[in-house]
């Protein structure tokens, strides 16, 4: 298997937008959980938000995204993206696409994902800095 690829992040002000784009191998796109952690320096890392790539397209946020963040895909190219508005500082860390290998034809994979007890292919990760 290939491991996701991520782009997007960079630095933002308190209240502006960012989109991470995460592409993956088919293998590990199609109907499968995916989407992203972030761990910021000196904290545990946290699940942000997820989608089953499969049919009904069951999402999952963390909670502090409240409203603030969506979570798309585009299955032509295998790609899942998270869009980021009125960023906070808070959101400032590092965020890494994952890819649940093991849940093929699995909607209830959200669930796990975000608790991140899934078996994961990791994208290398990207940058997001939200000054104040």
């Known amino acids: 298997q290939v491991q996701p690829v991520e782009s997007g992040g960079g630095s933002a002000q308190t209240g502006g937008s960012l989109r991470l784009s995460c592409a993956a191998s088919r293998y590990l796109y199609d109907n499968r959980c995916m989407g992203w952690f972030r761990q910021a320096p000196g904290k545990e890392r946290e699940g942000v938000a997820v989608v089953y790539t499969g049919g009904g397209g069951s999402k999952r946020y963390i909670d502090s995204a409240n409203g603030r963040f969506t979570i798309s895909q585009d299955n032509s190219k295998n790609t899942v993206y998270l869009q980021m508005n009125s960023l906070k500082p808070e959101d400032t860390a590092m965020y890494y696409c994952?890819?649940?290998?093991?849940?093929?034809?699995?909607?209830?994979?959200?669930?796990?994902?975000?608790?991140?007890?899934?078996?994961?292919?990791w994208g290398q990760g990207t940058q997001v800095t939200v000054s104040s």
């Open positions: 994952a890819a649940a290998i093991s849940s093929f034809g699995r909607p209830e994979c959200t669930v796990s994902f975000m608790r991140g007890s899934l078996n994961f292919a």
